[in-house]
């Protein structure tokens, strides 16, 4: 039978290091920041992986001489789905050519098998890059395992890229042990009207307490925005425009985020300081 792709590692891909511009550091009291998108493709791994390469600063956090701890940018998932319309996060920024002739390490594998993370290191770029891997796909990790995993990862701050697919008791459990959560809306009205769920359990840790700071993606001409404000009940969200798709395809690419778009950098800054 014949394969559908060629090998996976044919495709050319080239990582490229993008420059380190200043971008304000995250308060201490914030180490556990919940990403999380009403719907599935809203936009939420493009954001937390940007936030992870930003505030990874120069680059070097986490290495040795470094009195910097690496930023944790982890992925919260329970089995087998992806997560997200557009492919895995681990894909997205070229995983495989980060840690191209040295061992990446499951995280996934460790939590489902009940092991210990803590001291345990995936560095690239300042980052601790906990994605889960394709073969990872089929570990099933219950909530307790995922709260252990976010709490015992090495990294300051932890990002933490909630799928939206998680049960609807998982992702209680989740949100309510974030410091603060970055709620990202996509105002197309199917992604709107998809929503409910997540919303939910949102305006619940919202209720308990927990800061949450709303987000409206891919804006453009063509949105309604007082309508998306009055059915989502916003009062005051960060509006990042959407990102012309030549910038996303350069991205993926180069193997890295969209970190360095001036209007996703702006947005995202205040994300941790609103």
Avoid at 41 to 66: F, I, P, R
Avoid at 209 to 219: A, E, F, S, T
Wanted: net charge positive; hydrophobic share 40%.
């Amino acid at each position: 039978m014949s394969r559908i792709f060629a090998d996976k590692n044919s495709l050319t891909r080239r990582l490229v290091r993008g420059g380190r511009e200043s971008f304000p550091a995250c308060p201490p009291e914030i180490r556990k920041i919940g990403f999380v998108g009403l719907s599935a493709g809203v936009g939420t791994t493009t954001l937390a992986l940007a936030m992870a390469e930003c505030l990874a600063g120069n680059g070097t956090a986490g290495e040795a001489g470094s009195k910097t701890a690496p930023v944790a940018c982890l992925e919260i998932a329970e089995g087998p789905e992806v997560g997200s319309s557009s492919g895995l996060s681990y894909d997205k920024i070229g995983i495989d050519r980060h840690f191209a002739g040295r061992d990446y390490i499951s995280f996934y594998r460790l939590a489902a098998e009940g092991k210990p993370v803590m001291g345990k290191v995936n560095l690239s770029g300042g980052v601790n890059w906990a994605l889960r891997m394709p073969v990872d796909l089929r570990h099933k990790v219950g909530a307790p395992s995922l709260l252990r995993l976010i709490d015992n990862i090495e990294g300051a701050p932890v990002l933490c890229d909630i799928s939206s697919a998680l049960p609807v008791e998982t992702l209680a459990d989740v949100l309510s042990d974030m410091h603060r959560i970055i709620c990202v809306v996509d105002p197309l009205p199917s992604k709107l009207l998809a929503g409910g769920r997540v919303m939910e359990q949102v305006r619940s840790a919202e209720h308990a307490g927990i800061p949450v700071v709303y987000v409206l993606n891919k804006m453009n001409a063509g949105v309604n925005v007082r309508e998306v404000k009055r059915f989502v009940s916003l009062n005051n969200p960060v509006e990042i425009p959407a990102v012309k798709p030549q910038l996303v395809y350069a991205a993926e690419y180069a193997c890295r985020s969209l970190a360095e778009d001036p209007g996703i950098r702006t947005a995202l800054a205040r994300l941790i300081h609103s």
